[in-house]
């Protein structure tokens, strides 16, 4: 049944309630909100007691908050979602971008000033793209870098390319592709592969929240049997497009840090890799830096 609201105080605490009994994040009830009216937080709260008279609005917000608390992330409703200071657009076709993934970031622009001295106008890759983030993060971090963005899904890519033009980053080039494939036949290779890969094993799909594993894409989560399938095929094809002196980066699944390590050190053992396994904030080993 839809309430009846006349102020927007009346619709903030009736989203309030109906998220709380839902076992919904409450706080999607005001960032839903701030969508819907164009607010911000301050303009919200100045607001509460104002009446709302745009009903096509008042329709939008409540089935807004029904969805939400059916299980559909806040992000997609809003379609976007903040990383490393900037608004990024999402989607149902591209992974939520999450706060471990900009500690991934921080991690390769550190290891570049501290790698690459000498070099100027970097090569860097990022394999599986999904909506950007990591591409077009650096791109803008470091306007030096030539960035290429990869992903198998058309889709994705989309999504990708509309964020690097409406954030202006002007050094990304888009590629579809399947990993590093078209990369390998054509001889190019680069001086930084960076990626955050489908890492979750198969049988842990079903444990996960009904808002990541009926929402966002499989295809961007799943790992294969033991989460590292995808680290294995990067390893048959990592030395084609490496150059002698690179930096390979990789976000990884909590336990996986020392087995990802591994596959590194047995592929790069001739070329004396140095490979480090990095905790993330919560302590967890989330990112793998390989150098030589």
Excluded: C
Excluded at 186 to 191: Q, Y
Excluded at 196 to 222: C, F, M, W
Excluded at 270 to 282: A, F, L, R, S, T
């Amino acid at each position: 049944m839809k309430p009846i609201i006349t102020k927007i105080h009346e619709a903030l605490n009736w989203a309030s309630s109906f998220l709380k009994n839902q076992g919904r994040e409450v706080f999607a009830a005001e960032l839903l909100l701030r969508h819907h009216l164009k607010m911000s937080r301050t303009e919200l709260y100045a607001s509460l007691q104002d009446e709302w008279k745009n009903e096509a609005e008042k329709v939008e917000y409540i089935d807004s908050v029904f969805a939400f608390g059916n299980g559909i992330p806040v992000q997609y409703l809003i379609g976007s979602e903040q990383f490393y200071g900037r608004t990024f657009a999402v989607n149902q076709e591209v992974l939520i971008p999450r706060p471990e993934t900009e500690e991934l970031i921080e991690g390769v622009l550190q290891r570049i000033k501290q790698h690459f001295k000498e070099e100027n106008k970097l090569s860097v890759i990022d394999v599986g793209t999904g909506s950007g983030i990591i591409a077009i993060t650096l791109a803008l971090e470091d306007p030096s870098l030539a960035v290429t963005a990869t992903d198998i899904a058309k889709e994705s890519l989309e999504v990708a390319e509309k964020n690097a033009s409406e954030l202006r980053a002007e050094n990304v080039r888009f590629v579809q592709a399947d990993l590093l494939s078209p990369f390998i036949e054509n001889g190019e290779k680069f001086d930084v592969i960076v990626s955050n890969p489908p890492y979750i094993p198969e049988s842990d799909i079903q444990g996960l929240a009904d808002t990541v594993k009926d929402h966002e894409p499989l295809r961007a989560l799943v790992g294969g049997a033991d989460g590292l399938d995808y680290y294995r095929r990067f390893m048959e094809q990592l030395p084609f497009v490496v150059k002698i002196h690179a930096l390979i980066a990789f976000e990884v699944g909590a336990g996986q840090g020392q087995d990802v390590a591994a596959l590194l050190k047995e592929t790069f053992d001739k070329q004396g890799i140095n490979v480090e396994v990095v905790n993330d904030i919560n302590g967890k080993d989330r990112m793998v830096y390989g150098t030589f």
